[in-house]
Nanobody, 129 residues
């Protein structure tokens, strides 16, 4: 059974840092791309960062560029999101996602929600001012 399990969320003050982890299990073969999404209260879920697992190419939404870093440990089948210089507007539930639909959208829409068909349960990140 495919499973994605996020951890590392919590509450921090503005300017602080958090590191999210996503442990993947049950995949028959490794996913061509993975991503982090977030959903703030009353808002739609949006892509924050993505990585093509073969090349290691990374993609970020403009609002987190330079502050967040997505990375992977293929041996541990774990995805990470290092978040620095956190702002109150980063407050959201953060979701890990994996693509098992084929690599096409990993090239054209790496931050698109429709690119991913497996999702974790989410972890809350709260940034106070």
């Amino acid at each position: 059974q495919v499973q994605l399990m996020e951890s590392g969320g919590g509450s921090v003050q503005a300017g602080g840092s958090l590191r999210l982890s996503c442990a993947a299990s049950g995949f028959a073969y490794w996913t061509p791309c993975m991503g982090w999404f977030r959903q703030a209260a009353g808002m739609e879920r949006v892509g924050v960062a993505a990585i093509r697992t073969g090349s290691g190419s990374t993609f970020y939404v403009d609002s987190v560029e330079g502050r967040f870093t997505i990375s992977q440990d293929n041996a541990k089948k774990t995805l990470y999101l290092e978040m620095n210089s956190l702002k109150p507007e980063d407050t959201a539930i953060y979701y890990c996602a994996a693509n098992m639909l084929g690599s096409g959208n990993c090239y054209t829409k790496p931050l698109g929600e429709q690119t991913y068909n497996y999702w974790g349960q989410g972890t809350q990140v709260t940034v106070s001012s």
